[in-house]
């Protein structure tokens, strides 16, 4: 069975907390990461949103850096661009290639590290969220938020859907390779297709058949929410305080702090 | 009387394809029927029909004796009363947590918040889903998913329960809480229809089956009369169930008694013949067919068990008063079955109950207790098809204990007293852990047992 991102959230121990504070948290760790100006708050809100997610919400560390990895990857190719070819000052370092100077300076670097700050402290607190609140839980949100309800139907079904036809299409993907269907590029591509195609067919029948059982329970338009009164408690809102408090604290005193 | 009947009702698919033919059917209240054809015959659209998902072409539906109408209020009105489990399950559950699922049908009948929730818990309470009820359905097996489909169903509280191929892709244990749960609900009244291609369960199950083939009813009737009709059977592609071919090759050996029916392995070895001549000697005043007891047998005198008491059939008598008599041997103390309602559980009583109470064998049926079973670490020795194991084993002599709650009680109940009203084998049956209305029940349940002919057998 493949593990996604949400079955450790149907998991995490968090998943029982206040989903109001938990967005809390994420939006306020976006919103001082990307306003700093230094790459040491971003870096302080990563830290601290990393320990949380493998602490609190049990995720195992290989898997939280595994998903963390694919955003860093595309992060430092960005960031080797960004410090050879923005930024001005002294030249930090640089070299002639076929003629031309290439060289970084002291602001190209110093933008550089702010855009990978921003972006890993930003990736680690989205990460908090989807690995601590099931999508089950974010509709309830969606619904306070004052989402159209159809809006909120249509992607609960959407959500129960993806698991069936990542289900069926697991299947047909198997019953392809054990025929060799994917034993050269050629075949690959046929089997794709054909793969896409079923999927499609099972797609529209499978809307007919809900269309049907939906109207043998009596639909009229309305889904129930799963909610559930939360409230928040006393050592929770201490944590949470203490590490906004820490946070801002170290976005003041850093604010005109450049690495170099 | 008569739930939902359909007179000659024709349906055909948008193409021309003919779907059902003159199909009239008589569904009475409070049964277990079961439309037994291979795939394709139509048992499908018949359903789709019962709810009002489909109009018929020609023909009409009725329910409770009016023709049901196509508006919209009519339709709710019908399906919240005429409730359909799909054969997928996930046809059915589309919502992301099963709580949400099984409150889909309660809410759309438009309850409070309150009443849905209380009505959504003791669903949950009474399929054993309970602690599930935050996950997504795509976290459950095959018959938990069963189990949340019919508990959508149930939840809307209807008269008839319609059920396509409910045992489809499951594991036998998943099937027989399934069949646990489908027998507990007609025992409080609902009327259970399900189709299905597998004709052992369908002989076994049902009150009345209706025989369906290439879009017709061709055939309807209680199951001993159905499955015994060759010619019908064979029309239908159907083939005979497995117990019926046993009992057929035995008796053409001649080692079953002639006339009978067996449903289950306990009706079969009922049948069984022990063919056995002795010379005895009688009375002058015994006369040819007559019975005679031969009293208790003991040590090499008793074949099978420890203990037997030996009946005679005269079937011939010689001079000097010698006659020749066709035993019939009983084991004297055929064992008990104790009943165990975990509605009323006390953990420390039941296990020393077990500890103490010379029980040899332990069954749980239903999901509930058995995971109360689980909890208490109580060893089981029979999960599955329990009350039947559990009458073999007590007529070998052993005390079986069978732990179970709710409706299945009255069900066990039932079936072991029709076994010994049948067998005329008393078997002594009881509940542990008596409560008020359930040990009148027990009363009234033994106290129908036939006293007569299990007394004269065990004259010890």
């Excluded at chain 2, 008569?2 to 003919?18: A, F, N």
Aim: with cysteine; charged share 20%; proline share 4%.
């Amino acid at each position: 069975m493949t593990y996604i991102l949400d079955d450790y959230a149907l998991n995490s121990p968090l998943r029982e907390k206040n989903n109001w504070l938990k967005i809390v948290i994420t939006a306020f760790g976006i919103v001082v990461g990307v306003s700093s100006n230094s790459p040491v708050t971003p870096f302080v809100i990563a830290l601290c949103m990393g320990i949380a997610t493998i602490h609190f919400s049990k995720v195992p560390a290989r898997f939280y850096l595994k998903i963390l990895a694919a955003p860093a990857g595309f992060v430092l190719v960005s960031v080797v661009i960004i410090a050879f070819f923005s930024g001005t000052g002294g030249e930090v370092f640089g070299f002639d290639l076929w003629g031309h100077r290439l060289g970084v300076s002291t602001g190209g670097l110093n933008m550089a590290l702010v855009v990978l700050a921003r972006t890993i402290s930003g990736m680690s607190c989205l990460f908090f969220l989807s690995l601590s609140t099931p999508m089950i839980e974010l509709f309830s949100v969606l619904k306070a938020t004052r989402f159209p309800d159809s809006f909120i139907e249509i992607a609960m079904m959407m959500y129960r859907y993806i698991f069936v036809f990542m289900e069926v299409a697991i299947g047909i993907k198997y019953a392809q390779t054990v025929r060799l269907g994917y034993k050269d590029f050629r075949t690959s591509f046929r089997s794709i297709g054909m793969l896409a195609t079923s999927l499609f067919i099972r797609a529209w029948e499978q809307g007919e058949k809900l269309y049907v059982s939906m109207n043998s329970r009596c639909y009229d338009g309305r889904l129930i929410l799963l909610e559930e009164n939360r409230p928040v408690k006393r050592s929770e809102v201490a944590l949470t305080s203490a590490y906004f408090i820490l946070v801002l604290v170290v976005f003041y005193s850093t604010r005109n702090i450049l690495l170099i | 009387m008569t739930i939902l009947e359909t007179r000659d009702l024709v349906y055909s698919y948008p193409d021309g394809t003919i779907a059902l033919d003159n199909v009239s059917v008589r569904i009475d209240m409070g049964k277990k029927i079961a439309f037994v054809g291979r795939n394709g015959s139509g048992k499908s659209t018949l359903f789709l029909t019962l709810n009002g998902t489909l109009a018929p072409k020609k023909g009409e539906v009725l329910f409770h004796g009016e023709p049901v109408k196509y508006d919209a209020k009519s339709l709710r009105e019908l399906r919240k009363n005429v409730g359909i489990v799909f054969q997928n399950s996930d046809d059915q559950l589309f919502a992301p947590s099963i709580y949400q699922d099984v409150a889909f049908g309660p809410t759309n009948l438009g309850y409070s918040r309150e009443k849905v929730n209380s009505v959504v818990q003791s669903t949950l309470d009474y399929v054993g889903l309970n602690p599930l009820k935050k996950k997504p359905p795509h976290h459950l097996s095959g018959g938990q998913k069963k189990r949340v489909a019919i508990a959508g169903i149930v939840a809307m509280e209807p008269e008839v329960i319609i059920l396509d191929e409910p045992l489809s892709n499951l594991d036998p244990v998943g099937a027989d809480e399934v069949m646990d749960l489908l027998n507990e609900l007609n025992y409080f009244g609902k009327t259970i229809i399900i189709s299905t291609h597998d004709v052992d369960l369908a002989y076994r199950w049902a009150d009345h089956v209706f025989i369906m083939t290439d879009h017709q009813m061709i055939g309807e009737g209680t199951p001993e009369d159905i499955f015994r009709n060759d010619e019908l059977l064979q029309r239908a592609n159907l083939r005979k169930p497995q117990i019926l071919e046993v009992h057929e090759e035995l008796r053409r050996r001649s080692l079953v008694k002639a006339n009978g029916c067996p449903k289950d392995i306990p009706g079969l070895v009922r049948t069984l013949k022990e063919p056995e001549l002795m010379w005895v000697k009688v009375s002058p005043d015994v006369k040819v067919g007559d019975s005679i007891n031969l009293g208790l047998l003991h040590g090499e005198f008793a074949l099978n068990y420890p203990m037997e008491a030996v009946n005679g059939k005269v079937l011939h008598i010689h001079e000097d008063c010698m006659a020749i008599v066709e035993l019939s041997r009983h084991y004297v103390r055929a064992g008990s079955i104790m009943i165990y309602d975990t509605d009323h559980h006390d953990t420390d009583f039941l296990q020393l109950f077990i500890a103490n109470g010379d029980v040899d064998t332990v069954g749980a049926m239903g999901k509930r207790s058995k995971l109360i079973a689980e909890r208490d670490n109580i060893r089981l020795d029979i999960t599955s098809g329990v009350i039947d194991r559990s009458i073999l084993n007590a007529l070998c002599g052993q005390r079986c204990l069978i732990i179970t709650h709710g409706g299945m009680i009255y069900h066990a109940f039932e079936r072991i007293s029709h076994y010994i009203e049948e067998s005329g084998i008393n078997i002594h049956v009881d509940i542990i852990n008596e409560n008020g209305d359930i040990s009148t029940l027990a009363t009234a349940c033994t106290g129908q047992m036939p006293c007569a002919g299990s007394s004269e057998e065990h004259s010890a």
